[in-house]
Each structure stands twice: as C-alpha cells, then as structure tokens.
C-alpha cells in the first residue's frame, strides 16, 4: 500500500497549485514597484500608498481530448485591481495598467513544472471610486493544457 502511495505522489501532478504558483512567479517577477495583497493572504494598506490585489478566477476545467491520457484544458481570468488614492485622477492608475499589460501581453506564456500559461488578452475594466480608492480591474485572460492525471 505505501508503495501504490508512493508511486502515486511521484505521478501527481499539481495542475491548480501549478497554475497559482506560477502566476505568484510572474508577478513577483513583474517588478510592479508596488506592494501586492494576494489572495487569502493579510494585507492591509499603508496610509494612502497605491498597491495592486490579485484575484485567479479560473473556469471550470474541460476535456481537450479523450482517453486516460488526454489532457484537459484551463482557462480563466487573472485580475489585477490596480488602487490609488482617490480623487487623483486616472492617469497613473492607467499607466500601472500600462505596465503591467506589457508583462503579461498577448501571447506571453509563463511556466510551473509542466504547465504552460498563456496570455491570451488583456484588458482594463470600468475604473471605480470607493472608500477612498480608485480601482481599475485589469483582467489578464488565460489557457492552459495539462495531462490528466
């Protein structure tokens, strides 16, 4: 029995931590130049300092192709709300937007284990004001294939 486990740990593959993981790479590697509050993780804003909250929402997984040794297909959207001291103007809100659209463009493919990331679009959603804050959601559309486990 330990040994079916063991074998099995050794053939596990950590599709959905892979893809949290190598968004967590991506950013931290972006060098944004702001403080970022990832998901489930405590943040709590520094006076009026302008920082970025990470949000994965992913789509439910679907099958690419048949079989045991198929392989599924993940998608979804990685939002980045970008926040600012209200009544600032949208200027340097829509400049980090900039920034990071550059990072994560179109076409850019991002890497954990065996999973590949790629970036199919970018956008920026309507910008709101609330609770002294500006906040753009930018939404960086994903893919991904894995095999199946």
């Given amino acids: 029995m330990l040994s079916a486990l063991s074998d099995f740990s050794r053939k596990l593959r950590l599709i959905f931590s892979d893809l949290t993981k190598g968004f967590i790479k991506a950013i931290d590697a972006g060098s944004f130049s702001l403080p970022i509050a990832y998901e489930n993780v405590d943040y709590q804003p ?8 990470v949000f994965q929402l992913p789509l439910q997984p679907v099958q690419a192709s048949l079989g045991d040794d198929g392989c599924d297909f993940h998608e979804g959207i990685l939002q980045i709300d970008i926040n600012y ?8 809100l829509d400049a980090k937007a900039d920034e990071i659209n550059a990072y994560f463009k179109s076409g850019a493919t991002f890497t954990e284990n065996d999973i590949k990331i790629r970036i199919e679009n970018v956008g ?3 910008v709101v004001v609330d609770r002294g804050w500006i906040t753009g959601n930018l939404n960086i559309e994903y893919y991904a294939y894995s095999e199946r486990l």
Wanted: proline residues 11%.
């Fill in 124 to 126: 920026l959603a309507r």
């Fill in 46 to 53: 520094e006076g009026n300092d302008p920082w970025l909250a």
């Fill in 85 to 92: 001291p209200a009544s600032t103007g949208r200027t340097l």
